[in-house]
């Protein structure tokens, strides 16, 4: 019995080798997730509510992201927080916890936030490539050529990069991705933190106002669906619950997984809310009015323009790694359903052997997946190229992915969880808190779609030039 005990120690509860996650690596993957492409729309975002209504709407929701994700780390474990059953992803929790219908629209809402969040990419990725081209080309013009261009090439050889990575299995599970998505982030994060602070010293002046973006600048109508969008670009910056339940699955134990996690929630939301209200906050003030839908997109031409042109390509390297981590559990989702419905049939289960000089294995092709993957990156760039709006999409994401994912679910599960008595005063507050932010939800989704709306109207479709 002696001898097999410090085999035991190389195990956890449920079999699987001895996870060593700590406090900081669990805070270290939450920011990674966190600090995206939602930071370029912030000073935006703060440019329409203004120096009062922005910095509360930010405060507010990294409250709401951080006490949803405390109800949510208690949901890691069914029944007992200590030693009841894992759950290793947020759907498994959603199923074991709430179960039947609910975890089926859970399912429709997560792949339609993770395809929509694949089409946001591809557009800011080429919005950047754009960015690099057009820079070096106004700087060899020595400033003559405005050099307008179609955004339609750098999708589509965006979506021809996505194929190729589309057809390597598990390409999310590379170790070395999260490190680099990691350090491209908080490259051009900081880059336009800088350049928003160098600005802002130039200008000598504090841009902006209490109340946003003037009557005048913008119509009274396009002001409150601009303010309704805002809310859905700083609901799209917090949302990352659904990777929650994943991290903390890392997380060793004892202490019990969930007391970690809310450390590490607490750090996390803290540092990102910090780099969220100095990027947005410098943004708006180095621009005021005219703060750009992408922050690095409104320093223009500036010199040293191979500072900017660093900072697109980090954009754009962080992009193609997250396009691929947003869209491979659809991609293994799918191959799952087509397994399980089609057992039989060699265009699902067969995989064919192709040599490719220089390397010793064969690569290994499926047809059905080489199909499927390919149909769904063209969809995405189709979809990119009719809509080209950063601000729009990014707001429509936010507010489809905030209330039901980073409120609602988490809400009912800690209900379920902990048994709370309905119509006490906690009950009563937790569906408070959910109601007040599907309003906000529905809000933010209205203003993204009518600003979609309104740039249809000036724009041709397949036909958008810079």
Known sequence: MDVSRPAFKCFDDDGRLKRSGTVWTASAHIITAVIGSGVLSLAWAIGQLGWIAGPAVMFLFSFVTYFSSTLLSDCYRTGDPVSGKRNYTYMDAVQSILGGFRFKIC?????????????????????????????????????????????????????????????????DQIWW??????????????????????????????????????????????????????????????????????????????????????????????????????????????????????????????????????????????????????????FAFVDKQAAARFPDSDLVSKEFE???????????????????????????????MLMPFFNDVVGILGALGFWPLTVYFPVEMYIKQRKVERWSMKWVCLKMLSGGCLVITVVAGVGSVAGVMLDLKVYKPFKTTY
């Open 354 to 384: 192709i040599r490719i000089p220089g390397v010793r294995s064969p690569y290994k092709v499926n047809v059905f997946r080489a199909v499927f993957r390919s149909c769904f990156v063209v969809l995405t760039t189709v979809i990119s």
């Open 177 to 330: 991705l999260s490190i680099v998505a990691a350090i491209m982030s908080f490259t051009y994060s900081a880059i336009g933190l800088a350049l928003g602070i160098i600005q802002v010293a130039a200008n000598g002046v504090l841009k902006g106002s209490l109340t946003g973006i003037s009557i005048g600048t913008v119509t009274q109508t396009q002001k409150i669906w601009r303010t309704f969008q805002a809310l859905g670009d700083i609901a799209f910056a917090y949302s990352y619950s659904v990777v929650l339940i994943e991290i903390q699955d890392t997380v060793r134990s004892p202490p019990a997984e969930s007391k970690t996690m809310k450390q590490a929630t607490r750090i996390s939301i803290a540092v990102t809310t910090t780099f969220y209200m100095l990027c947005g906050c410098m943004g708006y003030a180095a621009f005021g009015d005219a703060a750009p839908g992408n922050l690095l997109t409104g320093f223009g031409f500036y010199n040293p323009f191979w500072l900017l042109d660093v900072a697109n390509v980090a954009i754009v390297i962080h992009l193609v790694g997250a396009y691929q981590v947003f869209a491979q559990p659809i």
């Open 107 to 171: 399912g429709l809402i997560q792949f339609l936030n993770l395809f929509g969040i694949t089409v946001g990419y591809t557009i800011a990725a080429s919005i950047s490539m754009m960015a690099i081209k057009r820079s070096n080309c106004f700087h060899e013009s020595g400033g003559k050529n405005p050099c307008h261009m179609s955004s339609n090439p750098y999708m589509i050889m965006f979506g021809v990069t996505e194929i190729l990575l589309s057809q390597i299995k598990d390409f």
